[in-house]
């Protein structure tokens, strides 16, 4: 078999060019982001381009959160907001360790799924040149990432009638932000460490909140 197959990638030769990147999903549609967080209408242009032109192969990884969060809106997450002094305050509380326990299995899922399609490429002879994460994500953050449970807590006290993506990205994500990984990076990374494989890892940072449009504001 093996032969035969050496014996086609030669006789078939085309235009690939044999290198592939894993690029977190919401690289690639930004719709999976987290309410008040896409920095662009689509892909995140910069990135996206920068690996066609150079002729690599994306690989969109699914989005964990929503996989394990509610679909694209997470809706799993929206019991949190402005909950702090409601009758959904205990509920929220007494369901974190559950909802962060259920996280963590489904991250791992995916990421041994996500280990066998990079060992699959390799075995078709395409190089994996590097993973791209989401800086400050509770989920695929490389180098940056967000203390979830401060960030649910926080998400609890704002008034939903002041909230708007200024407010949630300053008083929610950036200050919960932290060094590390997130949830996910860090099953995918072990995973690919039992594997034997080694695939270098690096980060996008997206806009800074107050590059963020303004409520009710138009991209151009």
């Not at 235009?15 to 662009?40: F, I, M």
């Not at 963590?104 to 041994?112: F, G, P, S």
């Not at 400050?136 to 926080?154: F, M, N, Q, Y």
Request: hydrophobic content about 40%; charged content about 25%.
């Amino acid at each position: 078999m093996r032969k035969l197959l050496v014996q086609l990638r030669r006789r078939l030769a085309d235009r690939r060019g044999r290198r592939v990147v894993l690029l977190s999903h919401c690289l690639l549609d930004q719709n999976v982001r987290y309410l008040g967080g896409a920095e662009a209408a689509g892909g995140v242009p910069d990135v996206v381009d920068r690996y066609l032109a150079e002729g690599t192969g994306i690989h969109q990884l699914p989005c964990p959160e929503r996989h394990a969060w509610g679909g694209v809106e997470k809706r799993g997450m929206l019991l949190a907001f402005g909950a702090a002094g409601t009758p959904r305050a205990p509920a929220v509380r007494l369901l974190s360790n559950a909802f962060l326990r259920w996280t963590r299995l489904v991250y791992d899922h995916l990421a041994r799924r996500a280990t066998r399609e990079v060992r699959a490429y390799r075995r078709a002879g395409v190089e994996v040149v590097g993973f791209v994460g989401v800086a400050d994500s509770p989920s695929c953050g490389v180098h940056s990432t967000l203390d979830l449970r401060g960030a649910i807590e926080a998400v609890g006290r704002c008034p939903l009638e002041q909230l708007d993506p200024r407010t949630l990205n300053r008083d929610v994500v950036a200050a919960h932000t932290r060094a590390g990984e997130g949830m996910f990076t860090a099953a995918l990374r072990r995973r690919l460490r039992d594997a034997g494989v080694e695939v270098p890892f690096a980060e996008h940072r997206p806009a800074l909140p107050d590059e963020l449009p303004a409520p009710g504001a138009r991209e151009t």
